[in-house]
């Protein structure tokens, strides 16, 4: 499947040579939501958190050019992977976004309205083990 998210990337690159020698670049994008609860008559926000992993050349330029909270969109295929939770057994779904291509959408240093700011939430873990998104829908 092929998606393409707007966002704004929550930690630097992490990048490794992998022991064949393939480049991996690994990194978060966040997209921030927010919806008027008319029951409570208060604004709810919410961050939602895509993983991201770039390989050869796109790795180095993620290593390169890409930073937290630099506003860019990411094209790619989803891929997901399933495991069972080890104390619950119950499956669990990390999704994430094999880059393509990528495009800044802001050039660095560019004031941005607050409501367009980086999320200052917690990027999503890496591992299948530690990722709490077992629910995103696509």
Not at 18 to 29: H, L, M, Q, R, S
Not at 86 to 115: A, F, N
Request: glycine share 6%; charged share 25%; aromatic share 8%.
């Amino acid at each position: 499947a092929k998606a393409q998210i707007t966002g704004y990337i929550g930690n630097d690159p992490e990048f490794r040579v992998a022991a064949n020698g393939t480049k991996v670049a690994k990194f978060c994008i966040g997209i921030h939501t927010r919806k008027w609860d008319a029951m409570n008559k208060v604004t709810k926000d919410h961050t939602h958190w895509f993983n991201v992993v770039a390989f050869d050349a796109l790795a180095e330029q993620a290593r390169e050019m890409i930073r937290k909270g630099a506003r860019i969109e990411v094209q790619g295929r989803l891929q997901t992977t399933e495991w069972p939770n080890k104390d619950t057994d119950q499956l669990r779904v990390t999704y994430e976004v094999i880059m393509d291509e990528w495009t800044p959408c802001s050039p660095p240093g560019d004031s941005k309205p607050e409501h367009e700011q980086a999320p200052e939430v917690q990027p999503a873990p890496h591992t299948a083990e530690e990722d709490p998104m077992s629910s995103v829908v696509f």
